[in-house]
Nanobody
Framework: QAQLVESGGGLVQPGGSLRLSCTSS????????IGWFRQAPGKEREGISC????????FYTSSVKGRFTLSRDNAKNTVYLQMNGLKPEDTAVYYC????????????????????WGQGTQVTVSS
């Protein structure tokens, strides 16, 4: 069974930055699209971004667009989520997940599109 590990979370002040990593143990990592989700306290998990395997196309939900940036290093089996201009409302547990299909605007937020999930990393934005 594939294993995904998120890292890079922590406590940061508003306006600060963090870079989350999602590292996979899967073979042929470059075959998989990677989605990022987050779950804030008392709220449902929401999809926030996705990077495709085939053409590196990226998708972002409106609340993070312009502040978060996805990239991937297939040689390291890792996807990065660079988060800038963090706000208190970004506080959540962040999860990555793999998909065998390319990301699409219509479906990238849907959990059913993803097969394997990491355990999550906590991001807290607070002064």
């Amino acid at each position: 069974q594939a294993q995904l590990v998120e890292s890079g979370g922590g406590l940061v002040q508003p306006g600060g930055s963090l870079r989350l990593s999602c590292t996979s143990s899967q073979d042929n990592f470059d075959y998989y699209s990677i989605g990022w989700f987050r779950q804030a306290p008392g709220k449902e998990r929401e999809g926030i971004s996705c990077i495709s395997s085939s053409d590196m196309s990226t998708f972002y939900t409106s609340s993070v667009k312009g502040r978060f940036t996805l990239s991937r290093d297939n040689a390291k089996n890792t996807v990065y989520l660079q988060m800038n201009g963090l706000k208190p409302e970004d506080t959540a547990v962040y999860y990555c997940a793999t998909s065998v299909v390319d990301c699409s605007e219509k479906y990238y937020r849907s959990e059913s599109e993803y097969d394997y999930w990491g355990q999550g990393t906590q991001v807290t934005v607070s002064s």
